[in-house]
């Protein structure tokens, strides 16, 4: 295997993969793309309904748990991340979000100039192949990234969304678009019925670059540090080590967790925490690890007979049998389905002009025992708090084991949003709309009425909905580990280009917002490390266009 490269990308996610074709369309520069997990070429990925058996699969995740939760009764929660080409984007629900307007023009308040909402929306858009016809004043049309409607939706998606619009919710078919807010289905990255992760879109079609070279089943050790310089990084592959060297930059796309485990492991962190952890100390960054933040989750689940909901029973028995023959033949039926079709954005009385929860239905019944499959029928909602005020962090430990602390509920507020989105979400299901499928609550159960019962559940239930983010912050300030232009605070020829960079979380689902940041990461290394977007021309001056 060849040695040296001009650019050595860690980890084939979200990010990593737009970075690498990016890169890789100079002919002139060498690109290594590395991925710790296998390949993606499997029914279990390429299927959308495949989703479900990949959370806690040991060949394609990476089971992370999280440190005993002081404030959900020292539970540890499992955090599942993507491990294979595609990083996560391999095992998500493949719902395109982008978040809202004001998230990124918080950023930029913070002191992150060039990532507002009108700096990032470019790149939105440069990636974004836009198959539902939705407003080109916000939407791509070029792009390698299909966006589309759901093949097959459950008709039962359609009861909550117009049970949401009898409680005060407009029907919203682009969370994309002028507005976030209201209920509807979800728009997903998918191609021709199969999951598109951003392996397939980015960097599958151009891999017979001769420049480009993929490495699989590759695991990174440490980076390889001359005098704060980054030359390489050190990996263990084909049963053997051996250094990988980037005569230009190493650029760690690894993810929340990943990305500042390796900058530990390296050195790269708080001082007094990799002493006591037993790492060399190479260099003194304070905020690498810190940051952590996440959507807490609270779960609403009922049981219905039905069988018009996804489930296994003998009456969904002949769907079920029939569900390959449909997906072969026709793109359709429940193989389609990425379980969480319909959902939406909505304001608590604890919110301003903003919505500050999001819902994910479920046309089937989700376990209330933590089962992946019960037998039976029925359908859940996920509901989240959108900006979380509880920070967490990463610790290194003794042996190179990663301490994952959400530190969820630290502060009361996320909680007090949670309770009065969690109601919003049982007026909804109390709706006439769901009476012809209306079964038994099984969680939290009807029993639960106070606030104070809705805290015991949530201190037992609640959990994370699987968007880390922050971990390597990007800003201006003493706990920013990167800088407006990715690069490592204090380090050399290295930067952060996934999901840990985000100064704080986005309202929603974060691998659209993750190709986002690789491809302002590829133009700002490519044009010489500016911090305005590539179509600076045609926004500059112009009114602020987004989400109301």
């Known amino acids: 295997m060849k ?29 290594c793309l590395i991925e710790a997990g296998s390949h993606d070429n499997s029914l279990r ?5 495949g989703t479900i058996t990949l959370y806690k699969s040991k060949k394609y995740s990476w089971n992370f748990l999280s440190a005993p939760q002081r404030n959900l009764n020292g539970r540890t929660l499992h955090t599942p991340r993507g491990k294979a080409l595609g990083g996560s984007s391999s095992m998500n629900s493949m719902i395109y979000i982008r978040g809202h307007a004001s998230d990124y023009d918080r950023w930029a308040q913070a002191g992150c100039v060039g990532w507002d909402w009108n700096s990032v929306l470019p790149y939105f858009k440069k990636s974004e192949n836009n198959r539902i016809g939705q407003d080109p004043r916000l939407h791509g049309s070029g792009g390698e990234l299909y966006v589309d409607v759901a093949r097959d939706p459950n008709p039962v998606c359609n009861l909550f969304i117009k049970a949401a619009e009898r409680v005060g919710l407009k029907r919203n078919d682009d969370f994309n678009g002028d507005y976030l807010e209201g209920c509807g289905l979800y728009n997903l990255t998918q191609k021709h019925a199969k999951r598109l992760s951003s392996y397939r879109a980015f960097v599958a079609p151009v891999l017979d670059r ?48 990943g990305s500042p485990q390796l ?20 260099h003194d ?110 610790r290194l430990e003794r042996g190179g084991q990663l301490l994952i602390d959400f530190n969820f509920m630290s502060n009361p507020a996320d909680a ?7 109601k ?39 959990a994370t909905v699987f968007h880390p983010v922050g971990t ?8 920013s580990v990167v800088d407006l232009n990715l690069k490592v605070y204090g380090m050399e020829n290295l930067r952060v280009v996934d999901a840990s960079i985000m100064p704080t979380l986005i309202s929603g689902n974060t691998n659209a917002p993750c190709i986002m940041i690789g491809e302002k990461a590829a133009d700002l290394i490519l044009h010489g490390n500016r911090t305005f977007p590539f179509e600076t021309r045609t926004l500059c001056g112009s009114e602020s266009i987004g989400q109301g």
């Not at 007090?416 to 969690?422: D, H, Y």
């Not at 390597?472 to 706990?479: E, R, T």
């Open 3 to 31: 040695t040296d490269f001009d650019y050595v990308i860690v980890g084939a996610g979200s990010s990593g993969c737009v970075l690498a074709n990016r890169l890789s369309a100079d002919p002139t520069v060498s690109v």
């Open 424 to 462: 919003l979400t049982r007026r909804i299901l109390a709706d006439t709309q769901f009476d012809a499928i209306r079964g038994e609550e099984m969680l939290p159960g009807k029993a639960v009425q106070t606030d104070e019962q809705w805290m015991t559940y949530l201190r037992e239930y609640a």
């Open 45 to 49: 990925i390429q299927t959308p309904a």
């Open 285 to 394: 960054l304070p905020g690498v690890g810190k940051n952590l933040q996440d959507h807490l989750d609270g779960l609403i689940t009922v049981r219905s007979k039905s069988p018009l909901t996804l489930g296994f029973s003998l009456g969904s028995l002949p769907s079920i049998l029939m569900s390959p023959l449909r997906y072969v033949f026709n793109k359709k039926g429940w193989l389609t389905t990425n379980y969480v079709e319909a959902g939406g954005f909505a304001r608590t009385p604890l919110a301003g002009t903003l919505p500050d929860v999001q819902m994910h239905f479920v046309p089937g019944y989700r376990s209330h025992r933590g089962r992946l499959f019960e037998w039976g029928h029925g359908y859940a909602v996920h509901t989240c708090v959108l900006r979380p005020k509880s920070i967490g962090e990463l």
């Open 210 to 257: 001769p420049n480009l070279t993929v490495v699989t089943d590759c695991s990174v050790k440490s980076l390889i540090l001359e005098q704060r310089v980054a030359k390489g990084v050190i990996v263990h592959a084909e049963g053997k080590q051996q250094s990988l060297i980037a005569q230009r930059e190493v650029i760690l796309c690894a993810g929340t967790f």
């Open 472 to 479: 390597c912050k990007m800003g201006v300030d003493a706990m």
């Open 263 to 282: 900058l530990l492991a390296s050195g790269i962190g708080p001082a007094k925490e990799l002493e006591k952890a037993g790492a060399k100390v190479q």
């Open 416 to 422: 007090a949003v949670l309770i009065e989105g969690l």
